[in-house]
């Protein structure tokens, strides 16, 4: 015996298990973009932390803070910039191997590559400002006695 009711019912119920696995999968996403860009900001600040002796020396030598600073935010710029550079062209590569799988959804989504990429380097810029800027408050004293 069938159930009788409205059409819009028996399209919800249809839907349910679907829509369930659709947010599974957003969270999912969500979660590797966020441990992906606390990996970068660690890497990052990590690698500006292991100069902080370098720095240091520069100013000792005569560079300004403002300079140290630059220096380090452009570096991480390239790097951030060529990283997300070449993760671009895999993912656009992949979105085409995968856009027989999807379904009225576009796989190469400019907002969504745009966005990420932006989220990216802003993170890396952040977590090379941080440890540059405490490396350029080193005082010169300490670092030529531990020279």
Do not use: C, H, N
Not at 93 to 118: H, K, Q
Request: no cysteine.
């Amino acid at each position: 015996m069938q159930a009788v009711g409205p059409l819009s019912d028996f399209v919800a119920r249809s839907w349910q298990s679907t829509s369930f696995a659709l947010v599974l999968l957003g969270i999912a996403g969500a979660v590797a973009l966020i441990l992906g860009l606390v990996g970068v900001y660690g890497v990052i600040s990590y690698g500006v932390s292991q100069r902080t002796l370098q720095l240091g020396m520069r100013m000792v030598l005569g560079a300004k803070a403002g300079r140290v600073k630059r220096m380090v935010l452009r570096q991480a710029l390239l790097v951030a910039g060529l990283g997300t550079a070449v993760g671009l062209g895999l993912s656009l590569w992949a979105a085409r191997a995968m856009s027989s799988l999807l379904f009225g959804v576009s796989a190469t989504d400019p907002a969504t590559f745009v966005t990420v990429s932006i989220l990216l380097i802003a993170v890396a810029l952040a977590a090379s400002y941080l440890p540059a800027r405490r490396a350029a408050r080193v005082d010169p004293v300490v670092v030529l006695r531990s020279e």
